[in-house]
């Protein structure tokens, strides 16, 4: 079973399990298109194995956004070990996740 470190949190899922069904995320974050991709407000920080991006994900996300890790929480899915953040800020990043390696100036500049 997949363990995916979510701002910081271990959780172990099972594997397929979609970002937005992790308990904190279904929590706090609204999903104002229901979760089928429709709106694209669910943007997350993202790394390891999870599902390739499809159709409707990429609609909503630049090249450069997906090159930096950014997917959609209600279309990716984690197939394996992975990592997910949902804040962008470099400064939040770096203080409360240790991952200063990352941060390379704005968060137009994160890079994985």
Not at 27 to 47: F, M, Q, R, S
Not at 78 to 91: H, I, K, Q, R, T
Request: charged share 20%.
């Amino acid at each position: 079973m997949p363990t995916v470190l979510f701002n910081g949190v271990s959780y172990t899922v099972e594997a397929g399990s979609r970002i937005s069904d992790l308990p904190p995320y279904k929590e706090t974050a609204a999903l104002p298109c229901g979760g089928h991709g429709k709106c694209g407000k669910c943007k997350v920080i993202a790394k390891g194995e999870l599902s390739a991006p499809d159709s409707a994900e990429l609609k909503h996300l630049s090249s450069d956004e997906l090159g930096r890790g950014v997917r959609l929480a209600c279309l990716a899915h984690a197939l394996g070990d992975c990592e997910v953040y949902e804040s962008f800020v470099p400064a939040v990043l770096w203080e409360e996740y240790g991952i200063s390696s990352y941060v390379r100036g704005g968060a137009q500049q994160l890079v994985w």
